[in-house]
């Protein structure tokens, strides 16, 4: 859709962008369609998609177009209304599957190999972690500038937290391409980056050890000045922001080892 367009839509509806549920709607069109090819790079034709936030439908337009299958999370009922009479047709023989609520209490039900979306920036973080447990292949997301950098970036520097260390122990992360604000209406306060995560052949952390793996990490990473043997029963003098993903889930296997003798 057009910048004038989507003003014309909201408009008629009542509705406006709505600042609390991050809503910055994509109006070039030439982006939305690489986004949805990047999206769909290596997928199955007819491959299952999951959104987040279609908003008025930029990029879902241009999966559907692609012969995606998508299920569609949107937590605004006007952009809902909207949307089920954009995609009647879509709706209707099946291709587009669209649940209005919260995406984060929706996605633990859902299974599919490739999550995308422009994701609402308030909530991205949590978003990026539930996504994350659904073991899709390929997760492409737009997040803000900094987020993206966080995922992407390397042991020792002030960014690299338990978020770089979860994402990176599943998945390899590449920050595509950088978006300039002037692509979304509103533009968004901040610089925003297209982030790809694909899912590792051998993710360093099995499943069902994901939970107690994070929280291991998160404690580690919970005062950031202390030594990990001040915060976890290691001896490891090292601060967390030193170790490695792999380094993380070496330790971690040594508490477990010693939990067998008492340790942990
Ligand atoms: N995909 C559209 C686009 O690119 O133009 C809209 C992107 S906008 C940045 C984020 C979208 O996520 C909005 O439509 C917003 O209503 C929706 N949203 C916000 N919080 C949500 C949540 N918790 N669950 C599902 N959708 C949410």
């Given at each position: 859709?057009?910048?004038?367009?989507?003003?014309?839509v909201?408009?008629a509806?009542?509705l406006?962008?709505?600042?609390q549920?991050?809503?910055n709607f994509?109006?070039?069109?030439?982006?939305?369609?690489?986004?949805?090819?990047?999206?769909l790079?290596?997928a199955e034709p007819?491959a299952?998609?999951v959104e987040?936030?279609?908003?008025?439908?930029?990029?879902t337009?241009q999966?559907?177009?692609?012969g995606a299958?998508?299920i569609a999370?949107e937590?605004?009922r006007g952009?809902?209304i909207?949307?089920?009479?954009r995609?009647?047709?879509?709706?209707?023989?099946?291709r587009l599957?669209l649940?209005?609520?919260?995406?984060?209490?929706l996605l633990?039900q859902l299974?599919?190999?490739v999550i995308?979306?422009n994701l609402?920036?308030y909530?991205?973080?949590?978003l990026?972690?539930e996504?994350?447990?659904?073991d899709?292949?390929?997760l492409f997301f737009v997040?803000?500038?900094?987020?993206?950098?966080?995922?992407?970036?390397a042991p020792g520097?002030?960014?690299?937290?338990?978020?770089s260390v979860?994402?990176q122990?599943?998945?390899t992360v590449?920050?595509?391409r950088?978006?300039?604000g002037?692509v979304?209406?509103?533009?968004?306060?901040?610089a925003?980056?297209?982030?790809?995560?694909?899912r590792?052949e051998q993710p360093?952390?099995?499943?069902e050890?994901?939970?107690r793996?994070?929280a291991?990490?998160?404690?580690?990473?919970?005062q950031r000045?202390?030594?990990?043997?001040?915060?976890?029963?290691?001896q490891?003098?090292?601060r967390?922001e030193h170790?490695?993903?792999e380094?993380w889930?070496?330790l971690?296997r040594?508490?477990?080892?010693g939990?067998?003798s008492?340790g942990l």
């Amino acid at each position: 859709m057009t910048l004038t367009e989507i003003r014309a839509v909201l408009a008629a509806r009542g509705l406006r962008p709505l600042k609390q549920l991050g809503q910055n709607f994509l109006h070039d069109r030439n982006l939305a369609a690489w986004l949805a090819e990047q999206a769909l790079a290596g997928a199955e034709p007819g491959a299952g998609v999951v959104e987040i936030g279609p908003g008025l439908g930029a990029l879902t337009s241009q999966l559907l177009e692609r012969g995606a299958r998508v299920i569609a999370l949107e937590k605004d009922r006007g952009l809902c209304i909207f949307l089920r009479e954009r995609f009647a047709a879509e709706l209707a023989d099946g291709r587009l599957d669209l649940r209005h609520g919260d995406a984060l209490e929706l996605l633990p039900q859902l299974r599919a190999p490739v999550i995308c979306g422009n994701l609402p920036y308030y909530i991205s973080t949590p978003l990026l972690m539930e996504s994350l447990r659904l073991d899709a292949r390929r997760l492409f997301f737009v997040v803000q500038k900094e987020v993206g950098q966080r995922l992407a970036s390397a042991p020792g520097g002030k960014i690299y937290g338990g978020l770089s260390v979860l994402v990176q122990a599943a998945c390899t992360v590449e920050l595509v391409r950088t978006l300039p604000g002037s692509v979304f209406f509103p533009p968004p306060e901040v610089a925003s980056v297209a982030v790809l995560l694909q899912r590792r052949e051998q993710p360093l952390v099995a499943a069902e050890d994901r939970a107690r793996f994070a929280a291991f990490v998160q404690r580690g990473f919970s005062q950031r000045r202390k030594k990990l043997s001040n915060l976890l029963p290691v001896q490891d003098g090292r601060r967390a922001e030193h170790l490695s993903p792999e380094e993380w889930v070496e330790l971690w296997r040594g508490t477990l080892a010693g939990s067998c003798s008492g340790g942990l």
